[in-house]
Nanobody
Framework: QVELVESGGGSVQAGGSLRLSCAASGYTDNGDSMAWFRQVPGKRREGVANLYSSGGTTYYADSVKGRFTISQDNAQNLLYLQMNQLKPEDTAMYYC???????????????????WGQGTQVTVSS
C-alpha cells in the first residue's frame, strides 16, 4: 500500500522560505514522475512542480519558476519542494503526488497521478 505523507508547511511572512517534504512508503519508482500540487478552497488543484526521476527532468508552473525547486532523495524515498521568496498568493494546501506521467505535457493534470498525500498547509502573510 502506497502512502505519501507531507510535512514542512506553516505560516511565514512574504519573502520568507519553507521546505516541504514528502515521505513515500510502499512506492516503487517505475520510471514515472512525482509532483507537488496546491489548492485553494473553491479553486481547482494546480500543478506546482514535477520531477521525472529517471532523467532528472523538472517542470514548474510559470508562477513559481525561479523561486521553487523540486528535488528528491532516492535513498530515503523523500520528495522535497524548496520554496523561496514566498508571496501571499502562494498560500494554499500543498499536496504530494506520485505515479505520474512521463510525458511532460501532462504533468499538471491531477488525473494523471495515481497516489496522493493528505496535504500540508502553507500560509504566507503580507
Amino acid at each position: 500500500q502506497v502512502e505519501l505523507v507531507e510535512s514542512g508547511g506553516g505560516s511565514v511572512q512574504a519573502g520568507g522560505s519553507l521546505r516541504l517534504s514528502c515521505a513515500a512508503s510502499g512506492y516503487t519508482d517505475n520510471g514515472d514522475s512525482m509532483a507537488w500540487f496546491r489548492q485553494v478552497p473553491g479553486k481547482r488543484r494546480e500543478g506546482v512542480a514535477n520531477l521525472y526521476s529517471s532523467g532528472g527532468t523538472t517542470y514548474y508552473a510559470d508562477s513559481v519558476k525561479g523561486r521553487f525547486t523540486i528535488s528528491q532523495d532516492n535513498a530515503q524515498n523523500l520528495l522535497y519542494l524548496q520554496m523561496n521568496q514566498l508571496k501571499p498568493e502562494d498560500t494554499a494546501m500543498y499536496y504530494c503526488a506520485a505515479g505520474g506521467p512521463i510525458w511532460g505535457g501532462a504533468w499538471g493534470r491531477p488525473s494523471e497521478y495515481d497516489y496522493w498525500g493528505q496535504g500540508t498547509q502553507v500560509t504566507v502573510s503580507s
